[in-house]
């Protein structure tokens, strides 16, 4: 159940139903879901006779700091901590559902499903079958493919979204696999591209150009490394100058859109020079003023939304996370062609969302959080993999070996006879795969992956780095490195653009 349910909120958050859906329009239809989904995880927990590890990886200990850090520098603290606590119970149950490699995976193809059916809405639109009300919107953003969501009712959002198809379909149907799965991935490629195109999206073209070669490269050994990034350079500006809208890319500064833009990041850059902490979550508006009349206009841009709201602490602790779950996905060694795909397409979704966040405002969309909990689910994985070994080295070594905790399992419907009984068929369908029963018997195994980190005793994490369980020194200087190099980068942009 609690798989099922993060699962619809991550359909529901793309698809959106609510927003053309007449008997569903207005209303609040991701809350009770998300109940549902919290209630099952702590059932879970409880049937399983365990106690729930919301913070256990070094993500989770950050993204508590952040969502502490929101609420303590608002000048409401009250309604700051209410109103973004949503966001954090979706990272955190999130986790705790993604509890093996098989859930991630198939968490992954439904999260490729969601961002095809939004491709596939804008582009039957196009044929006169309109369920969103597309066709409105494409037509007030002058001919660029749109739709009528909340989310994705301009074409830069739709596109930045939708591109994310690509490198995902490569890895979960491409990657290693038969003529049948690959036919399903080209097509997959021709449904975004198509898409793609026709919003006229420059900054999705050059963020999806760069997401697709980074994560292609992600991997591989060093040659091969520098090879794509020197091909890429080299032959990427051509690729990409096919795409409309392309040949006005060499004079930015006289587009009207990204004139408004630049004023918006200069007041923003002004606001988060004038306190440390910030001025408070999502109390940010920046104002132009046009044709004598003063109108508010967004940053389009996430990392300079966050810098203004929250300042150059705030926006450390938000790059911080980014440099968490990449040092995740760099570290974390894998077993099987199944973990691999899952490592590289959280690796894609955290660079393409990275690549994008500088060319739209998502700073605190829910798919941040989301993917998130999938790379710190990931991480979990590969912690229990990792306390393996380490439980089998101190057992050479001649010491003592801390147990995995696993509750006792019985086997059930009883048997007649002696017989051993799978953990899976215990009463509430409790999954303690390895642990098996005899005649009734309690005969708690060593559980695997299916089960994961959840049930790892603590003196089995005593025995691993700390790097592994809770953010170091150097995770705090990358954070505010990155920091620094974000201001770095807005301060040239406003400059030289």
Not at 43 to 67: F, I, M
Not at 278 to 307: D, E
Request: contains cysteine; charged residues 15%.
């Amino acid at each position: 159940m609690d798989f099922v349910t993060v699962v619809l909120v991550l359909l529901v958050y793309y698809i959106r139903p609510q927003d053309w859906v007449p008997a569903l329009i207005g209303v609040g239809i991701v809350t009770p879901i998300m109940a549902v989904a919290i209630f099952a995880m702590v059932t879970r927990a409880k049937d399983e006779g365990r106690k729930l590890q919301l913070v256990l990886t070094p993500l989770d200990w950050w993204v508590l700091a952040l969502y502490i850090y929101i609420g303590v520098t608002h000048p409401y603290p009250y309604g700051a901590f209410k109103d973004s606590l949503p966001l954090f119970a979706f990272y955190f149950v999130t986790v705790q559902a993604l509890r093996s490699v098989e859930r991630l995976r198939k968490y992954l193809v439904y999260w490729l499903i969601a961002l095809t059916v939004l491709a596939m809405f804008g582009l039957l639109s196009k044929v006169g079958i309109d369920p969103t009300g597309a066709q409105a919107y494409t037509a007030s953003n002058k001919g660029r493919l749109a739709l009528g969501t909340w989310m994705h009712n301009n074409p830069n959002s739709l596109a930045h979204s939708v591109v994310v198809i690509i490198p995902l379909a490569y890895f979960l149907f491409f990657w290693k696999q038969g003529i049948t799965k690959r036919a399903v991935a080209i097509t997959l490629w021709i449904i975004a591209y198509e898409c793609v195109y026709l919003t006229e999206s420059k900054g999705a073209v050059v963020a999806g150009f760069a997401t697709l070669v980074l994560a292609w490269m992600f991997g591989k050994s060093k040659i091969v490394q520098v090879l794509a990034i020197t091909a890429a350079l080299a032959g990427g500006g051509a690729a990409i100058s096919v795409m409309p809208r392309m040949s006005d890319m060499g004079n930015l500064r006289a587009d009207e859109g990204v004139q408004g833009r630049l004023l918006a990041w200069e007041q923003a850059r002004t606001a988060s020079r004038n306190s440390f902490t910030g001025q408070g979550w999502k109390t940010f508006r920046a104002t132009i003023q046009w044709q004598k009349m003063w109108l508010n206009k967004a940053t389009h841009s996430g990392y300079v939304q966050v810098g203004a709201e929250l300042g150059p602490m705030g926006l450390a602790l938000y790059i911080g996370l980014f440099c968490l779950g990449l040092r995740a996905l760099l570290l974390c060694k894998t077993k099987n062609e199944m973990e691999e795909a899952c490592r590289r397409c959280l690796f894609a979704l955290l660079i393409g969302f990275a690549i994008s966040n500088w060319m739209i405002d998502r700073a605190y969309h829910t798919e941040l959080f989301l993917f998130f909990a999938g790379i710190s689910a990931f991480h979990r994985i590969m912690l229990f993999d990792r306390a393996t070994e380490s439980m089998a080295d101190l057992k050479a070594a001649g010491k003592p070996v801390p147990e995995l905790i696993a509750p006792p399992v019985v086997a059930w419907p009883p048997q007649p006879m002696p017989m051993l009984a799978m953990a899976g068929n215990a009463p509430g369908g409790a999954d303690y795969s390895g642990s098996l029963s005899v005649m009734g018997a309690e005969q708690p195994a060593a559980p695997s992956p299916a089960t994961g980190i959840w049930l790892i005793s603590e003196e089995v994490l005593k025995t691993l780095p700390r790097w592994m369980l809770k953010p170091t020194l150097l995770d705090v200087s990358l954070a505010a490195g990155g920091a620094w190099l974000t201001f770095y980068l807005w301060d040239y942009i406003l400059k030289n653009l």
